[in-house]
Protein backbone atom coordinates (compact mmCIF):
# COMPACT_ATOMS: atom_id res chain seq x y z
CA UNK A 1 0.00 0.00 0.00
CA UNK A 2 1.03 3.41 -0.47
CA UNK A 3 0.31 6.65 1.54
CA UNK A 4 -0.06 10.29 0.34
CA UNK A 5 -0.38 13.00 2.73
CA UNK A 6 -0.46 16.79 1.15
CA UNK A 7 0.31 19.77 3.32
CA UNK A 8 0.80 23.36 2.37
CA UNK A 9 -2.23 24.54 1.23
CA UNK A 10 -3.88 28.17 2.57
CA UNK A 11 -5.12 30.97 1.19
CA UNK A 12 -2.84 33.71 -0.80
CA UNK A 13 -3.51 36.91 -3.13
CA UNK A 14 -2.38 37.46 -6.76
CA UNK A 15 1.52 37.05 -7.55
CA UNK A 16 1.72 35.52 -4.18
CA UNK A 17 3.56 32.17 -3.74
CA UNK A 18 2.76 28.75 -1.84
CA UNK A 19 4.53 25.68 -1.41
CA UNK A 20 2.74 22.33 -1.22
CA UNK A 21 4.69 19.02 -0.20
CA UNK A 22 3.48 15.60 -0.23
CA UNK A 23 4.84 12.68 1.62
CA UNK A 24 4.55 9.24 0.27
CA UNK A 25 5.42 6.08 2.22
CA UNK A 26 4.36 2.45 1.88
CA UNK A 27 5.62 0.38 -1.14
CA UNK A 28 7.12 3.45 -2.89
CA UNK A 29 9.15 1.25 -6.31
CA UNK A 30 12.01 2.83 -7.79
CA UNK A 31 10.27 3.71 -10.63
CA UNK A 32 7.45 5.67 -11.17
CA UNK A 33 5.86 9.31 -11.61
CA UNK A 34 4.48 11.67 -9.30
CA UNK A 35 2.11 14.09 -10.34
CA UNK A 36 -0.02 16.89 -8.94
CA UNK A 37 -3.25 17.68 -10.35
CA UNK A 38 -6.12 20.37 -9.30
CA UNK A 39 -9.67 20.17 -9.48
CA UNK A 40 -11.58 23.63 -9.28
CA UNK A 41 -15.37 23.88 -8.24
CA UNK A 42 -17.49 22.48 -11.73
CA UNK A 43 -14.30 21.59 -13.34
CA UNK A 44 -12.93 18.21 -14.07
CA UNK A 45 -9.60 17.17 -12.48
CA UNK A 46 -6.44 18.17 -14.48
CA UNK A 47 -2.39 17.23 -14.04
CA UNK A 48 -0.63 20.48 -13.31
CA UNK A 49 2.91 18.89 -13.01
CA UNK A 50 4.62 15.63 -13.23
CA UNK A 51 8.13 14.54 -12.36
CA UNK A 52 9.46 10.68 -13.16
CA UNK A 53 12.17 8.60 -11.08
CA UNK A 54 14.37 9.98 -14.18
CA UNK A 55 13.73 13.13 -13.36
CA UNK A 56 11.76 14.71 -16.38
CA UNK A 57 9.35 17.16 -16.06
CA UNK A 58 6.42 18.31 -17.45
CA UNK A 59 4.01 21.13 -16.77
CA UNK A 60 0.60 22.25 -18.00
CA UNK A 61 0.44 25.30 -20.41
CA UNK A 62 -1.35 27.31 -18.02
CA UNK A 63 1.27 27.10 -14.79
CA UNK A 64 4.36 27.00 -17.00
CA UNK A 65 7.17 29.33 -15.76
CA UNK A 66 5.22 29.92 -12.76
CA UNK A 67 5.14 26.47 -10.69
CA UNK A 68 8.30 24.06 -10.32
CA UNK A 69 7.57 20.38 -9.11
CA UNK A 70 10.63 19.20 -7.56
CA UNK A 71 11.40 15.53 -5.28
CA UNK A 72 12.94 15.32 -1.66
CA UNK A 73 13.84 13.20 0.56
CA UNK A 74 15.37 10.76 -1.41
CA UNK A 75 12.77 11.14 -3.86
CA UNK A 76 9.63 10.44 -0.97
CA UNK A 77 8.35 13.72 -0.79
CA UNK A 78 7.06 15.46 -4.11
CA UNK A 79 7.13 19.24 -3.89
CA UNK A 80 5.83 22.16 -6.19
CA UNK A 81 6.40 25.64 -5.43
CA UNK A 82 3.63 27.96 -6.42
CA UNK A 83 4.87 31.33 -7.55
CA UNK A 84 2.70 34.28 -9.33
CA UNK A 85 -0.45 32.65 -8.67
CA UNK A 86 -3.86 33.76 -10.28
CA UNK A 87 -6.81 33.62 -9.17
CA UNK A 88 -7.62 30.69 -11.56
CA UNK A 89 -5.03 28.59 -9.62
CA UNK A 90 -7.89 28.40 -6.55
CA UNK A 91 -8.55 24.52 -6.46
CA UNK A 92 -8.10 21.47 -4.58
CA UNK A 93 -4.58 19.82 -5.18
CA UNK A 94 -3.98 16.42 -5.27
CA UNK A 95 -0.92 14.19 -5.12
CA UNK A 96 -0.89 11.08 -7.42
CA UNK A 97 1.86 8.54 -7.60
CA UNK A 98 1.41 6.52 -10.40
CA UNK A 99 3.35 2.98 -10.47
CA UNK A 100 3.38 -0.35 -12.14
CA UNK A 101 -0.14 0.76 -13.59
CA UNK A 102 -1.97 1.78 -9.92
CA UNK A 103 -2.79 5.30 -9.64
CA UNK A 104 -2.27 6.13 -5.58
CA UNK A 105 -4.17 9.40 -4.24
CA UNK A 106 -3.49 12.09 -1.52
CA UNK A 107 -6.60 13.80 0.08
CA UNK A 108 -6.04 16.76 -1.36
CA UNK A 109 -4.98 20.35 0.00
CA UNK A 110 -7.17 23.92 -0.80
CA UNK A 111 -5.16 26.50 -2.62
CA UNK A 112 -7.45 29.87 -3.07
CA UNK A 113 -5.79 32.72 -4.61
CA UNK A 114 -8.11 35.99 -4.03
CA UNK A 115 -7.59 39.76 -2.99
Known amino acids: QVQLVESGGGSVQPWGSLKLSCAASGNIGNINNMNWYRQAPGKEREVVAS???????NYAESVKGRFTVSRSNAGNTLNLQMNDLKPEDTAVYYCNLHQMGQHYWGQGTQVTVSS
Open 51 to 57: LTSYGLT
